[in-house]
């Protein structure tokens, strides 16, 4: 090792990630800090951490809260079946936090916790819940190379300096800038050694993991440019932004399951053709006695959103319209139960005879099954609507 510089190993062996999440959201406002704010009746967190975590070649993700904080993340994991994932406290600094991850791996406090020391350790802050594989590999990879790396984006407003008076100064050439973005990351004892070497100035009030390598280790990162849904959650604006991203993720894709009666099966293509041309459709007939394993297969699946197509045929001619209230309670009592795990359930009666054709109402049926997924109403699960 140079004296005061870092040295690093040539070969890279394991991956880990970081997650600041131990800040207390300010500038958002409110009590609950931004991280653990629910989006979806899923606290933010929880989707970065998901996010990681199916990226299988990460072997360990750290999540730093703060220590009043600590076992209601600890609650989150348990809740949301997280892999992979320790918790430690955070300081009072996000580089703070930061370097009080990354002691997990150098001071092992947990005896009986065998965290593998990374070659490359991610840093990504626990409020940019829109991190993909394709971003952390390209700077992983980056990072093994030069030995620290970080995603950029172009600026939005032009960047400025005010003179003493309050007034412009100057004003900087916006192409030849970048905002700063993250994921971020290092070669592990790169980051690790500038932390260990910061000053407390730096740590208190440093926001710049790259400066630190560069200042301490001498380290130039390289910069790759990362997607626009890397951005951070900061005011409450992002916060709505980000229920709208993940409403939309979520409503990608519809199930149809009927029963294999013909009549039944008919419903189920017509609305599948109706419904094609603005979600991703998969239509399953399965006879109603296998149903309930085979759903088990489904639900385990990427899909969000089911219909279920059951048809009562009136044969009587003047048969009036009624409903089967039996029915009606034992549905509204699974919505009730299955809306714990956030899963929203409606009720949806396609009824119709000769002089209103099944097509036209099938196409009520779709438009009002897209509206359901898409606006994702809690308070209306339970409830029957009626095409
Ligand atoms: N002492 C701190 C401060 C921040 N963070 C984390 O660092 C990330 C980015 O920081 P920022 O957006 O500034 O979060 P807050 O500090 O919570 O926001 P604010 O400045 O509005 O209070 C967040 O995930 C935050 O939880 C942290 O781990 N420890
Ligand atoms: O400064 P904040 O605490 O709001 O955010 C921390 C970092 O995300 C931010 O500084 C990025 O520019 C990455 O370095």
Redesign the pocket.
């Known amino acids: 090792m140079e004296p005061g510089g870092c040295d690093a190993g040539p070969t890279v062996k394991a991956v880990a990630a970081v997650?600041?999440?131990?800040?207390?959201?300010?500038?958002?406002g409110g009590a609950t800090?931004?991280?653990f704010c629910t989006v979806q009746g899923r606290p933010l967190?929880s989707y970065t951490v998901r996010a990681v975590e199916r990226v299988s070649w990460i072997s360990d993700i750290i999540v730093?809260?703060?220590p009043e904080n600590i076992e209601t993340m600890k609650s989150i994991i348990e809740k949301y079946g997280h892999k992979r994932v320790t918790v430690t406290e955070?300081?009072?600094?996000?580089h703070?936090?930061?370097f009080n991850g990354l002691k997990l791996f150098s001071e092992n406090k947990f005896s009986n916790h065998l965290l593998q020391k990374p070659e490359v350790v991610v840093i990504h802050?626990?409020?940019?819940p829109f991190v993909e594989e394709d971003i952390l590999l390209k700077v992983v990879m980056a990072a093994k190379e030069h030995g620290a790396a970080g995603a950029i984006r172009p600026l939005v407003s032009t960047v400025i300096a005010s003179a003493a008076d309050g007034c412009l100064d100057h004003s900087l050439e916006r192409t030849k800038y970048r905002a700063s973005e993250m994921p971020q990351a290092f070669l592990f004892d790169i980051i690790y050694q500038a932390y260990q070497q910061c000053t407390d100035y730096d740590l208190d009030y440093g926001t710049e993991c790259l400066h630190l390598a560069l200042k301490y280790c001498k380290t130039n990162a390289k910069l790759v440019e990362g997607t626009a849904d890397l951005w951070?959650?900061?005011y409450k604006r992002d916060l709505y932004a980000a229920e709208s991203i993940i409403k939309d993720s979520l409503s990608q894709q519809i199930c149809i399951i009927t029963d294999v009666k013909e009549a039944v099966v008919q419903v189920g293509f017509l609305l599948h053709e109706s419904l094609r041309s603005q979600i991703k459709v998969e239509t399953i007939s399965i006879s109603l006695s296998k149903r309930d394993n085979h759903l088990q297969n489904i639900f385990s699946g990427q899909c969000y959103n089911f219909v279920c197509i059951n048809v009562h045929l009136n044969t009587s001619e003047n048969a009036s319209f009624s409903i089967d209230l039996e029915e009606l309670t034992k549905m509204k009592k699974f919505a009730r139960e299955v809306k714990r795990k956030n899963i929203l359930v409606y009720g949806l009666l396609i009824q119709y005879k000769d002089y209103f054709p099944l097509q036209e109402t099938v196409n009520s049926a779709a438009a009002l099954t897209m509206a359901l997924i898409k606006d994702r109403n809690p308070e209306l699960t339970g409830q029957l609507v009626v095409a």
């Open positions: 997650l600041p999440a131990g800040g207390s959201g300010e500038r958002l800090p931004k991280q967190v730093v809260v703060s955070g300081g009072i600094t996000r703070r936090s930061i802050d626990a409020v940019r951070k959650v900061t």
